[in-house]
């Protein structure tokens, strides 16, 4: 099993840095297992102790506006939801780091949405997406996150808010 190690950042708390199995693990639930991501095409890009970015390209499947092209109000829900999720089972990955990946990455069995909530702030056009979800409470049988969507140059489409329950 590889250690892992921490970032210290000047003025700020260190950042977990995880096993590159608890990563694969995540990837793999979010990308592979999850049939509906799967489809969509949803990619992980970056994991943190309480974010996790990931990315989606436009495909002609994805269309909600058939006249302007932009993406469909149902893909960037779905994306903003399991991505919001995953950034739970990256805060809870953080929290139990002394349990076995395994361990760690079965939390997703209990994981389910409670609430969410998506702004849709502007129309969804372009040909790649981005997406960040940042944990802002993990407690102990409840989770808040806030997610965006948005373009390649940071322009936000949507924002949304999660609850999700842990346990």
Same mark, same amino acid.
């Given at each position: 099993m590889q250690l892992m190690t921490q970032v210290l950042h000047p003025g700020g708390p260190p950042a977990v840095l995880f096993e590159d199995d608890f990563i694969a693990g995540l990837k793999s639930i979010f990308e592979e297992e999850i049939a509906f991501n799967r489809l969509l095409g949803l990619k992980i890009a970056a994991v943190e102790a309480d974010a996790v970015s990931a990315s989606l390209a436009m495909r002609p499947e994805l269309v909600g506006n058939f006249a302007h092209q932009r993406v469909h109000g149902g893909v960037i829900?779905? +994306?903003?939801? &399991?991505? =919001?999720? %995953? +950034? /739970?089972? +990256?805060?809870?990955?953080? $929290? !139990?780091?002394?349990?076995? /990946?395994?361990? $760690?990455? +079965? !939390?997703? =069995?209990?994981? =389910? &949405? %409670?609430?969410l909530r998506v702004d849709y702030l502007r129309p969804g056009v372009g040909e790649n997406f981005l997406m960040r979800a940042q944990v802002l409470r993990l407690g102990s049988r409840i989770a808040n996150t806030r997610m965006e969507f948005m373009s390649t140059d940071g322009k936000v489409f949507a924002a949304g808010t999660g609850v999700y329950i842990v346990s």
């Open positions: 829900s779905a +994306a903003l939801d &399991t991505l =919001g999720g %995953i +950034a /739970v089972m +990256a805060a809870l990955g953080a $929290r !139990h780091r002394a349990q076995p /990946v395994s361990e $760690r990455l +079965a !939390h997703f =069995g209990k994981l =389910g &949405t %409670i609430d």
